[in-house]
Structure formats: structure tokens, C-alpha cells
């Protein structure tokens, strides 16, 4: 129980409540306090209640030195005839554990620099992001590493697989002008190996023998019939790499100015990679050297959490329905993991940011606002709104004390490249 010592609120509720009340048999705002008391005590209550229970609370956390992550319960709120309060929280505490030395953590990168294989390998990308297709002889026959347009559809037994498994994959039904690639075990199983030969407008009949482990239950074990036709039949051809290539992807630039541009984005690729390994290496030391266990309620709500983002991942990715609730049981395992790694990098990063006081202003705060603003190309206070809607200030605090804290082991690393790693050996 957490006594409220004695305080004027009530008589500052009061006078508000006198200064606009409408009493029968008393002018406006002329009833006495005694009156107005009485005819809003519950009112008045509730007001008390809001406005004191926070500033209390938050005393005897700070009195109690308590590091609480979510007050869970309210209950047993009453203000006496004295002018005290009492009330029971019940509060979910951060768990104790000793910081290891966060100092100088050792980290392996790799170098900067960046080789001219790299540079090969990104240039036959772009050749391969700018091939045309070119329709080949009318005469010859399909081929592996032919592009084939087909119409196609299956069925089972006669049924069509889109009466039979509606939710399925449109891809398992069938479809017109479709695109595949020839390759061995590409798409359905002996699919391609089964069009090899098929010539132009010809219509062939392929078996595909679904997998018994195949997540649409409808299909799975089954013999399916795909009626196939061929209806164009394409080579991939890349370009040359030449400055006519150059003036195409860049309107003005030579081919050597071409590679150095490439050159250019990939060190900018390998500063990032870099920074992302400096935060992965570190956060794997600190949770190798640090051992506590995690607040069971808030791994239960994290893990909720994780789970609709792993679904909702995968359905932006075109993952069916069907095939997540079969990988239900993968899904809630990946959440719980994925959660309780959040919480106990959060939990370290916070003891870390008390211990070295970082801290947030406002002003980062607004400076974050108008970032996120900009960067969505919307006006400042709807993006206020959007971030009030969802996590709230608190969640945008929280992301930018984790960001300054990370940002600040990253500065106090012990930098090992490969290497100079490889020449030690």
C-alpha cells in the first residue's frame, strides 16, 4: 500500500468545479465548497485519482529505487476523509544482473576496401538486370535455360486444383502466359524435365507427383495433371560491357566511369555491412557474458508481438495462409526466441545507458519527428499523430535511447579486421 500524504489538489478540484458548476438555488459559480463537494464527491474522486496516482507512484518508485519496466495492476484506490491516499500497484521490475566489461569489446570486420572481383561480380548483375529476351527460331525446340511462356492448368482426378484447393498458390493452379525458367527441379517437381523437346503451340501433358509433406493438405501425396501450352520460347542475352552499355544505364557516363560509380556504392554497402557487424558482435559478447532471467508476462506479450510481425512478414512475401498455420508451431518458435533476444539486448542497453547517463532530449525527440516526417514525405504533426497512434513518444524515446547507446559501444570497440587477422595466422 502506498500512503499519499496530505495535499491541496482537493481544494484546487474543488474551486475548478465551483468557478463553472450550476447549483439549483445558488448562482453560478456562488455555491459553497461544502455544496459543490458534496454533489461531486465522485467526480472530484475520480480527478484526485488520475492526477495523484501517477505523482505518487512514480515517488515511491524513485524512493523504493526500483527499475520498473510496466506498472501491470491498479486496484484499491481511496482517498480518505484526512486528505490521504492509498493505493496497491503491482509493478514488473527490470531484472538485476551484474554489466560485464562493455568497454573495448573486440570485433572482427572485414576491410574497406573494395577488390576488382567485387567490382566484376557487381557489373555482370547489372548485365544481367539490363539482358533482353529474344524469341528464338519458330522451329526450335525447348530447351534447360530456355525462358518458356506457357498457359497451363491442373488437375486432380479431373478436378480442377483451383476448385480443390482454392487458398493454394495460384501458381499450383495454373495460369496464362506464365514465365518459367528452365532448370532442373525448377517449380513443380519434374515439371521442366518434362517440357524438353515441346515445340510451339504444342500442348503436352505433365505429371507432377506432389511431395506427402507439401503444406497445402489438399494436394499433398497426390498425382496432379498439368495440361501444357507452349506458347513462346525465349533466350536471355546480356549486353556487352561497353560504353554504349555505360551510356544506357547512366544517360552521360563511360564505361570506366560506370565501374567507379559501382566501386563507389559498394564501399558505401560495405560501411554499412561493417556498422551492422559492429552491433551484431557486440550484442552477441554482451549476451554471452550477461545471465538473468526474463520477466515472464513481458516475454509473453513479446512474443505475441514477434509472432504478427513473423506473419505478417510472410504474407507480404505471398506465403499462403495455409501453409503459416501449417508452420504454426516453427512460427511461435521463432517468435519466442526472436523475443526473448529483444528483451534481454533492451534490458542490457538500459543498465548501459544508466550507468554512462545517456539520455534523450527533447529536442532529439523533435529532430526524430521531423526526420521520419520527411522521410515519408507527410507533414510533421500527421506524423506526430501516426506515432501517438501506435507506440507513442514513450516507443520513440525508447528507439532513440537503444540507437545512442549502441552508437556509443560502437565507438569504444577494439577494431580486429580479417585481414590482419589472416596475416597473424
Keep these: 500500500m502506498i500512503p499519499f500524504p496530505r495535499c491541496k489538489l482537493n481544494c484546487r478540484q474543488s474551486r475548478s468545479r465551483k468557478s463553472h458548476a450550476k447549483i439549483p438555488g445558488y448562482r453560478p459559480g456562488k455555491a459553497p465548497r461544502r455544496v ?30 526500483l527499475r520498473v519496466v510496466s ?30 566489461d562493455y568497454k573495448n569489446i573486440t570485433v572482427q570486420l572485414p576491410p574497406l576496401e573494395v577488390t576488382e572481383e567485387e567490382v566484376n561480380t557487381a557489373m555482370e548483375r547489372l548485365r544481367d538486370q539490363s539482358a533482353d529476351f529474344v524469341e528464338v527460331e519458330p522451329d526450335r525446340p525447348l530447351q534447360m535455360d530456355d525462358f518458356a511462356v506457357i498457359d497451363f492448368e491442373g488437375t486432380i482426378e479431373g478436378r480442377l ?7 493454394a498458390s495460384k501458381n499450383l493452379h495454373g495460369g496464362k502466359k506464365f514465365w518459367l525458367r528452365m532448370g532442373p527441379e525448377n ?41 501444357v501450352t507452349l ?28 565501374r567507379a560509380m559501382v566501386s563507389h556504392d559498394l564501399e558505401h554497402e560495405k560501411e554499412h555491412a561493417i556498422e551492422q557487424a559492429k552491433e551484431s558482435q557486440i550484442v552477441k559478447v554482451l549476451h554471452e557474458q550477461t545471465q538473468f532471467d526474463l ?10 508481438r514477434a509472432l504478427g510481425e513473423l506473419v505478417q512478414r510472410n504474407r507480404q512475401r505471398g506465403v499462403p495462409d495455409e501453409m503459416l498455420k501449417s508452420k504454426e508451431k516453427e512460427l ?22 544508466e550507468a554512462e547517463k545517456i539520455q534523450v532530449s527533447p529536442e532529439e525527440v523533435e529532430e526524430r519527428i521531423r526526420n521520419q516526417a520527411a522521410h515519408y514525405n507527410v507533414s510533421v504533426e500527421k506524423m506526430r499523430k501516426e506515432i501517438d497512434e501506435h507506440d507513442g513518444i514513450n516507443g520513440l524515446v525508447e528507439e532513440i535511447l537503444l540507437g545512442k547507446t549502441i552508437d556509443f559501444l560502437k565507438a569504444n570497440v577494439s577494431v580486429q579486421t580479417a585481414a590482419a587477422e589472416q596475416k597473424k595466422r
Design 36 to 65: 459543490i463537494e458534496a454533489k461531486f464527491k465522485k467526480e472530484i474522486q475520480e480527478e484526485l485519482t488520475k492526477k495523484l496516482v501517477s505523482k505518487s507512484y512514480r515517488d515511491a518508485v524513485a524512493e523504493k529505487q
Design 295 to 304: 520477466p515472464s508476462q513481458l516475454l509473453r506479450n513479446e512474443t505475441r
Design 187 to 227: 517449380f513443380l517437381p519434374n515439371f521442366c524435365e518434362q517440357l524438353i523437346g515441346q515445340k510451339k503451340e504444342e500442348t503436352r501433358l505433365v505429371i507432377v507427383n506432389f511431395p506427402a509433406d507439401l503444406p497445402v493438405k489438399e494436394l499433398a501425396g497426390k498425382k496432379a495433371d498439368y495440361a
Design 231 to 258: 506458347r513462346e520460347v525465349k533466350q536471355k542475352v546480356l549486353p556487352e560491357l561497353n560504353d554504349a552499355f555505360a551510356t544506357k544505364l547512366t544517360k552521360d557516363k563511360t564505361l570506366a566511369e560506370l
Design 332 to 353: 511461435v518458435e521463432g517468435a519466442g526466441s526472436l523475443a526473448a533476444h529483444r528483451l534481454k539486448t533492451n534490458f542490457i542497453l538500459h543498465r548501459i545507458a
Design 161 to 167: 486444383i483451383s476448385e480443390i484447393a482454392p487458398e
Design 71 to 100: 506498472l501491470t495492476n491498479l486496484e484499491d484506490v481511496n482517498i480518505g476523509d484526512d486528505k490521504t491516499m492509498r493505493f496497491r500497484a503491482t509493478v514488473i521490475t527490470a531484472p538485476e544482473f551484474d554489466l560485464p
